[in-house]
């Protein structure tokens, strides 16, 4: 049987994972790139669980740069897993989709799964509220976070992140004045949210509604001098 022929069988089955590692090889000294590729794609998917196949594919995808292959790659395989390895896979797919790819919405699906599976990490809300900004879906982003700070369970550190998360998301001219709510709340538990605070008083000020307000004026100069 020729190489090319062999190359032809399938890769399912038992020992599916070896055939795919020996089909790649054949594949490799003939030159073949979608070759190799393909060997250890479904060599991967016949044995998900293979460590060296696993890598194999990983290092292919990552040394040529096929960013959107290893993206969709470790999405499926963080979908397919669970707990902390599930969460992690996720978050690695969606680091490549915005970073590499720029393609926030699919980084949206696959941080959406991961805090799904781990509702109770607040540094992975962060990172979707972000995203879904990033996406155009800055009012699920805010929505997301008012859901976060209504908890019992948030540090006050956590809290002042969050407030001055969604006051950043606030930017549309009838937003500014939520904006600055949260930014005082923050404020009021971290001075160090004073920059902030003024930063947002004087937007506020620029608008048709703050314009002429002698009472943002006060406050401005209130916080800057604090």
């Not at 969604?166 to 949260?182: G, K, N």
Request: hydrophobic share 45%; net charge negative; glycine share 8%.
């Amino acid at each position: 049987m020729t190489g090319v022929q062999t190359c032809a069988l399938p890769i399912s089955g038992e020992g599916a994972a070896e055939r795919a590692l020996s089909l790649a090889a054949i594949r490799q000294q003939m030159g073949d790139d979608e070759g190799v590729a393909r060997a250890l794609r479904l060599g991967f998917e016949a044995s998900p669980g293979h460590a060296e196949l696993r890598a194999r594919l990983a290092d292919f995808y990552n040394g040529r740069e096929r960013w959107a292959d290893l993206a969709e790659m470790l999405a499926a395989e963080g979908a397919a897993a669970e707990g902390a390895t599930s969460v992690a896979r996720l978050r690695e797919a969606a680091a490549l989709y915005l970073d590499k790819l720029d393609r926030p919405a699919d980084a949206t699906t696959a941080l959406a799964l991961a805090a799904s599976r781990a509702p109770g990490d607040l540094s992975l809300l962060v990172e979707l509220a972000r995203c879904l900004g990033r996406a155009g879906r800055p009012d699920e982003s805010r929505e997301r976070i008012g859901n976060a700070l209504v908890r019992d369970d948030i540090t006050a550190a956590d809290r002042v992140a969050l407030l001055r998360l969604r006051a950043e998301l606030s930017t549309e001219p009838d937003q500014l004045a939520d904006a600055i709510v949260d930014l005082e709340a923050a404020y009021a538990l971290s001075p160090a949210v004073a920059p902030d605070l003024a930063a947002g008083l004087e937007r506020l000020r620029t608008t048709p509604a703050g314009s002429g307000d002698r009472s943002l004026l006060l406050r401005l100069f209130d916080v800057t001098l604090d």
